[in-house]
Each structure stands twice: as C-alpha cells, then as structure tokens.
C-alpha cells in the first residue's frame, strides 16, 4: 500500500489531495470520486469533465524522475495540471 499526492492546479489555485491506494489506477478512481467540492466554482457538469478526463487519460511518467506522472486536463475554457507522486509507505519500529 503507497499513498499517491495529487497535486491539482487550476485558475490560479493549487489544490493537493493525498490518496492511499494499492497502485495508480486505483488512486485515480478514488480521486475522481473525490475531487471537486474544495475548489471554488467547481459545480458537477465541471467535476464530471474533469472525472472523465482524469479517468480516460493515461499519466504521462515524468522523464529522469520515479513515481511522478503528470496530465495535461482539457477543462473547457480552462485547463489544469495535475501532478501526481507516489509515496510508499514502511511502518517503522
């Protein structure tokens, strides 16, 4: 189990959200379930694009860097940037 840090920005705002999860799939799933209510201005036909865009779109690995993807998301008018990290976690004595 890893925890994935999403890092959302959109019409000057940065909104981050930390998800744990098995593997990237699964934390994208839980973030478009998740994502929305925090960002002003958001309503649901805007969090439904971006549910879709976040879902049907494969994260790009950032080159030289491991555990780092990043997506370019097609907003409508706007576009954000979702940058995504993956943290493996060790419980340590």
Known sequence: MGKF???FEYKGGTYIKQIAA????EAVNILGQEI???IP????KKKSR???EI?????TPLTGLEN??????????????LNIVATLTNNVD
Not at 22 to 25: A, D, Q, Y
Not at 41 to 44: A, P, W
Not at 55 to 59: A, L, M
């Open 5 to 7: 840090t999403f890092i």
């Open 22 to 25: 098995k593997e990237l799939t």
């Open 36 to 38: 929305g209510p925090e």
């Open 41 to 44: 201005k958001f309503g649901k």
């Open 50 to 52: 971006l549910i879709n």
């Open 55 to 59: 879902q049907t779109q494969v994260p």
């Open 68 to 81: 780092v993807w990043f997506l370019h998301l097609e907003l409508g008018k706007y576009f954000g940037h």
